[in-house]
């Protein structure tokens, strides 16, 4: 039986804009309309609305808005206001990637929140978990890796190889910037040119996995517990598996190894201030840790009936009234 929450939460949520949401598919929306089910109380803000006071107290330019899931004027929003981030028990920084500048400044505003104001997932977490690299953590689960801006390096690799290799950029998201070499490619040299930039930007090199065929699974994990996953099968003419690149959905469940994995990692999560994170796995292999703007919660719902959302707020009670 669902416990009633102890306190009403004053909730921000740091996010791309409202009018951008797919209602039926947005992880950020089923979050809020969870904790307005739960009786919270919602403000939103993009990315571009945080600052800081003098004496360095971080604020939002924020609103309070009332969600619904429908496909027409799907929120409300009140007035626009100034509020110390301390107003709020909790924030929530869902601003999708990429991780680019302006972003980390943001996650820097979030570090002066103040101590009654839990910011989810952790800001210095965000800063320093790049969601190709925290795989390294983790050679065990991972398959052979390479991450070098060197061309001839990675070249070199593939030619010694039985295998092809998947490259992307450490700083890439949604699936954009993934390739599949062979090593008979004659595009090879052009695809690691402009992936580095000439020697310029880290690219990371993967062991290319054959499972991938049969699907990418997101494992969603909270509070360093997995509470479910969803395979994502790539089209037939396409190497990714992400779903805005049409990738079909699929139910799936936990292998052992990956529940061996959920454990290792998971504990690391919690260490590290990482509550809400999607493991992407490709047979039994670990190949991504998302930290930024998880998504998945709705297919999981949908395919399961697990309700992450809802778990996600009590998660947020239990921690504000403990």
Known sequence: ???????????????????????????????????????????????????????????????????????????????????????????????????????????????????????????????????????????????????????ARIRAWLESASHPLIVKPVDGHGGRGVFLLQKDDRNVPSILETLTEDGQRWIMAQRYLPEAREGDKRILMLDGVPMGAILRVPRADENRGNIHVGGRVVRTTLTPREREMCAVVGERLRRDGLVFVGLDVIGDHLTEVNVTSPTGIRELLALDGIDVATAFVQHCEAAACP
């Open 1 to 151: 039986m669902e416990t009633t929450p102890r306190k009403t939460l004053r909730i921000l949520v740091v996010m791309d804009p409202l009018e951008q949401v797919h209602v039926d598919k947005d992880t950020t929306f089923g979050f809020m309309l969870a904790a307005q089910a739960r009786g919270h109380e919602i403000h939103y803000c993009t990315q571009d609305g945080l600052y800081a006071l003098p004496g360095g107290q971080a604020a939002a330019s924020c609103a309070p808005v009332q969600v619904w899931h429908r496909a027409e004027r799907f929120f409300e929003r009140g007035a626009w206001a100034d509020r110390p981030l301390s107003y709020f028990d909790t924030v929530w920084m869902r601003k999708d990637p990429p991780v680019d500048r302006a972003y980390l400044h943001a996650t820097y505003l979030l570090d002066h929140a103040g101590p009654s104001t839990r910011v989810l997932n952790r800001p210095a977490a965000l800063r320093d978990a790049n969601e190709k690299l925290y795989t390294l953590h983790f050679p065990e689960f991972t398959p052979e890796t390479m991450v070098s801006r060197d061309a």
